[in-house]
């Protein structure tokens, strides 16, 4: 029952109450090598499939994000990028790591726009 509750608040969060990232902003952070983690939300045949992942990303599926969170700790100090496909999933792990407390931001766009900038 918490745990419906939970998802509930976590769904209804407005958007624009956490914050955003481009894909731009995030490729001059890789290259200024930022205290960052690029974690990848899709299911690991996408991480693998046509669009690929950036390299260094961690894969994370959101349907395990909830359960699997503490993998995470050791990266606490860190801004952690949120990525999936095209920016929908990776709004709800965003939502679930700040609920969290981490520092977490959502790339807009995801992975198509990614490729679109490639």
Request: charged share 25%; with cysteine.
């Amino acid at each position: 029952m918490r745990n419906i509750l939970w998802q509930k608040t976590i769904e209804q969060t407005p958007v624009k109450e956490f914050p955003n990232i481009t894909v731009a902003d995030v490729q001059k952070k890789i290259k200024v090598k930022n205290n960052i983690l690029l974690l990848d939300v899709r299911t690991a045949t996408e991480f693998d499939g046509p669009l690929g992942h950036i390299a260094g990303a961690v894969l994370l599926p959101v349907q395990e994000l909830e359960q699997r969170i503490d993998e995470l700790n050791k990266h606490k100090e860190k801004q952690i990028i949120v990525i999936c496909r095209s920016g929908n999933r990776s709004q709800t792990g965003t939502r679930i790591l700040i609920s969290h407390g981490f520092n977490a931001v959502n790339m807009l766009g995801g992975m198509k726009a990614w490729k679109d900038l490639q």
